[in-house]
Structures are given as structure tokens and as C-alpha cells.
């Protein structure tokens, strides 16, 4: 199971809090190690690059080619050793576009994970945004303008509008310095009607979210990884004596291009970039014309530093993901108290099984509350069947902090929170984890039926027992006489359980 926040704070082999972030991007593969200060500062002690191209591997039937794979799993091999002297729960390994739109992207992460040694999160281009924003803003003096910022991937391109560490609005679009690159200049010939061709693509591209972000405004622009650091260079390097790209850096850069007219020939961009950089190019262009922008200042910061300080934020409790779950409450206007009251009893009755039930409170507790917290965010659409809505607009949301694994998690808890259980959609996890996910369901549904007068119940004497997949609920004999529509709910709810496998005993006493 992915990785949901472990809460312990273990140093390295030599005594220090490491944290290491891996990003596999569709161009490149990046792993930064960080360290923690005394006082809560973060300094990176280390940064490993290399240029994988998967995306390059993404064949026009969405498969990844066994070539590209080979060489993703060849530089994680050589990642592992890096990551040897520090503890799982301080490492987070996410991948982005290339790795969500691969058909066959499971089977490539079962390899991957085997080879690195570590659970990799496939995160929505939503998340990737604001882990970039995070990243430039750690990167950046502390300020409290307003700030557009740029992240030209292999993939896609993140844009984001935020003041401070705060995004106020961000876009993940599917256009990247490999995919353009490949759809426009595939041969590497470059010609101003290519040039032309590929402009006015991304320009329809962009047409759904350049009027929002001038609704916004910014105060400076700052753009961040390879494909704007590398423009930035060459700039410089025809002369533009300029600390941040410029409208005229550009107008070089492509002039330049022409008299090349080939990507082999691009002899100031290196090697490795050179097979990617005029998709690149194209993208940071039109972007500079369609948003009016005159100046880009780079950041060093990215998404693999914002993954970084965003775990380290998880460790420390300051988890984006709690944040992320309210937000979706109150906008379907669920009922906070019964979250509350459910999600209290859910937490109680998970401590009463975790040992036999080989379930881990740091990170099952949390995977519960969300899940009591999100349980009726359906009844917003409809009363009936609200499960069922609730877990579709949880898998299809974007949620602050979540991965899309951790999302198809959650969805599958509370799509199967009331009446029959359908577990039919979780062949996809790991035999172990799915058999989590489905004791993780039974806990939500016993605390949901406990709580269904949707009022405070004295439940101090309400014990659960579970051994395999036979449950036991303890309770009081006046408390059961007293309370008869529960203990009808609970006979109910124990042939639901019997029809998935769970064998359901009620004890007075």
C-alpha cells in the first residue's frame, strides 16, 4: 500500500533527519536529499539527475515501450543505493503525466517499485501544480507578492498563480517539451512553419485559463526546471546580458533555432536536451505572449523540493491532505458533526483490532478519518445512492496532498460504506492491501450504523474483537434493550458482512 504518513521522526545511519523526493518526470528522473534543521529549516545536501526520456517511450497506442522502461529501471537501481541509510517513511517516490496516461503504467510501477525499493504515488497534474508552487516558493526570497508560476515538464506544463505558499489558482495542461517536440518536430527539422504550426496549438491550449490567471494578476513571474533553466543559459550565452529571460532573449533564441534548423545542430544546448528543446522553447514563447509577460526569473525550486518539504510538513503533523479532505466536505456541505461523531468511533474501534487485524495506526487512522469525514459528501447529488456518488467525485476530484492511488483508496471505502459491499475495482492493489482496504470498510460501516440517529450516544461500553475475517461487537445487555433500531441496523449490517466474506457476532453481557 502506498505510503499514507507515518508520524515517527527517525534519523539517518549518522543521526540526522534525512528526507529524500523522487520525481519521475516524463523527460527526467530526479532525486533530491534534504535535511532538516534545528529549527525547523530545510537544506538540500544533495541532487541526482538523469535524463531517462520516458515519455519518449510512450507509443501512439499509450503503451511504454520496453526500451524506455529498461532505462527507468536502470537509473532507479542506481537510486537505491542512495536511499539505503534512509527509513521508508522519510522517502517519497511520485510520478506525474507520462505515468498517468500509460496503459500499461501498473505493471511498469510493480517493476519499479521492486527495483527502488520504495511505493511510488501517481499524482494528478492538480497536485503536481501545487507541489511545484511549493517547491519555487521554498526556493525564492520570502515575499508576499503575488506570483505566476511556470513548470514546462516532458509532459505537461503547470501554471500557478499563488501569494506566499499559497496557491490561489492552478492548471496542469498536456503540453511538454517531449510531447511537443515529438508531435511537431519529431524528425528534429525545425522551420518557422513548424515553429508557426506548434504555436497555434498551444495557444488553443491555452485559451481556457490565460483570462483567469489576468483576473489574478501577479506581482513577478518565475519559472522553474530544466526546459526554462536551459533557455535561460543559452540566452545568456548569444549575449543577452540579462538576469532573467527576457521577450529579446527570446526573439535570440529562435532566431538562432532557425539558422540551426536542426535539433542535432544545436550545439549551445547540451547534449541531452537537445532532442526535447524546441518543443520547450515553443511552449515558454507562446506562454510569454498569450499571459503578456515581459520577464521570467528562474527558481531552483521545483516539484521534487516541494515534495520534499511536503513531507517533511506530513512528519511534523502539518499534513496538506486534512486540509485538502475539509475543503472537499464543505464545498458538497456535509454534516461536520456526524463526520465527527463517526470518525471518532472509527478511530476507537480501528485501536481495538490493530493487532489482529495487522493494521497500522499511523497510517490506517488517517485513511478512516478521511473516509468518516468524506462518507456523505454524496447526499449533496442524491440521497440514493450516495455512497456510490460520493466515492465518484473522491476518485475524480482534485484533492490537496492525495495521490491518485490514495484517492482510488478512499473512493473504494466509501463506495462501499452502506448496503451491499461490492469490492469488484480493487484487483489493482497489492492482495495484502486490499485485504486492509476491506477491514478498514467494515470499521467505517459498524461506526456509521452506531451513529445513525445522527446524535450523541453513549457508547463508552461498545467493544469490537476481530480475528481474521470473524467479528465480534461486545455491548452492554440494558444498552441493547434500550437502543432496539441499533441492534436491528447491526443484524442488518451482519448479512451485508456475510455476503463479502465476514462473519458478524453480536454479544450481550
Not at 521522526?9 to 534525512?18: E, F, L, V
Not at 529549516?41 to 535524463?51: K, L, P, S, T, Y
Not at 441496523?489 to 453480536?506: I, M, P
Request: proline share 2%.
Amino acid at each position: 500500500m502506498e505510503e499514507l504518513g507515518m508520524t515517527k521522526n527517525s534519523p539517518g545511519n549518522d543521526g540526522r533527519s534525512y528526507v529524500a523526493a523522487i520525481d519521475l518526470g516524463s523527460n527526467s528522473f530526479h532525486m533530491v536529499i534534504a535535511i532538516e534543521g534545528e529549527e525547523g529549516g530545510v537544506r538540500i545536501v544533495d541532487r541526482v539527475r538523469e535524463m531517462v526520456r520516458l515519455g519518449a517511450g510512450l507509443q501512439e497506442d499509450r503503451m511504454l515501450s520496453e526500451e524506455s522502461q529498461d532505462r527507468a529501471l536502470q537509473c532507479l537501481g542506481r537510486f537505491r543505493q542512495r536511499l539505503s541509510s534512509i527509513p521508508s517513511h522519510r522517502v517519497r517516490v511520485v510520478g506525474t503525466n507520462t505515468l498517468r496516461v500509460a496503459k500499461n503504467s501498473r505493471e511498469f510501477l510493480n517493476r519499479a517499485e521492486r527495483t527502488l525499493g520504495h511505493p511510488i504515488s501517481i499524482i494528478s497534474g492538480h497536485e503536481e501544480a501545487r507541489l511545484v508552487y511549493l517547491g519555487a516558493a521554498f526556493g525564492l526570497a520570502v515575499s508576499n507578492h503575488r506570483r505566476l508560476v511556470i513548470d514546462i515538464g516532458g509532459g505537461s506544463t503547470e501554471i500557478i498563480a499563488g501569494q506566499g505558499f499559497r496557491p490561489l489558482q492552478l492548471d496542469s495542461l498536456y503540453i511538454g517539451c517531449v510531447s511537443m517536440t515529438r508531435r511537431f518536430f519529431d524528425d528534429g527539422i525545425i522551420t518557422r512553419d513548424r515553429i508557426s504550426l506548434a504555436g497555434k496549438f498551444i495557444r488553443r491550449e491555452l485559451e481556457t485559463v490565460v483570462n483567469k490567471y489576468r483576473r489574478i494578476g501577479w506581482d513577478e513571474v518565475v519559472g522553474t526546471s530544466g526546459t526554462i533553466r536551459a533557455i535561460d543559459n543559452l540566452s545568456r550565452d548569444l549575449g543577452i546580458k540579462k538576469d532573467w529571460i527576457s521577450r529579446r532573449g527570446i526573439q535570440a533564441i529562435e532566431k538562432w533555432l532557425l539558422e540551426s534548423a536542426c535539433s542535432e545542430a544545436l550545439e549551445r544546448v547540451s547534449e541531452q536536451r537537445r532532442p526535447v528543446f524546441v518543443g520547450g522553447f515553443v511552449i515558454l514563447s507562446v506562454l510569454m505572449d498569450e499571459f503578456g509577460i515581459k520577464r521570467i526569473e528562474t527558481s531552483d525550486g521545483a516539484l521534487r523540493e516541494g515534495v520534499a518539504y511536503d513531507l517533511i510538513d506530513r512528519l511534523h503533523d502539518e499534513d496538506a491532505r486534512f486540509a485538502g479532505v475539509r475543503e472537499l466536505s464543505n464545498f458538497f456541505g456535509s454534516d461536520s458533526h456526524q463526520a465527527r461523531r463517526v470518525g471518532k468511533l472509527a478511530v476507537l474501534l480501528l485501536k481495538q483490532v490493530l493487532g489482529n487485524w495487522n493494521l497500522q495506526e499511523s497510517m490506517h487512522r488517517k485513511l478512516v478519518l478521511w473516509a468518516a469525514q468524506l462518507h456523505e459528501i454524496g447526499v449533496g447529488i442524491s440521497y440514493s445512492h450516495h455512497h456510490q456518488h460520493g466515492a465518484y467525485i473522491i476518485e475524480n476530484s482534485d484533492i490537496d496532498g492525495f495521490s491518485r492511488q490514495a484517492q482510488r483508496m478512499l473512493a473504494l471505502i466509501v463506495g462501499n460504506s452502506r448496503q451491499k459491499l461490492r469490492f469488484n475495482e480493487i484487483e489493482w492493489l497489492p492482495p495484502e492491501s486490499a485485504v486492509s482496504i476491506k477491514r478498514l470498510t467494515v470499521i467505517l460501516r459498524l461506526a456509521i450504523t452506531f451513529y445513525r440517529s445522527r446524535s450523541d450516544v453513549d457508547l463508552d461500553g461498545i467493544v469490537l474483537e476481530a480475528e481474521d475475517d470473524d467479528l465480534r461487537v461486545v455491548m452492554d445487555s440494558d444498552w441493547a434493550e434500550s437502543h432496539p433500531l441499533t441492534i436491528f441496523d447491526l443484524e442488518t449490517e451482519r448479512n451485508y458482512l456475510a455476503d463479502a466474506g465476514f462473519n458478524l457476532t453480536l454479544d450481550y453481557r
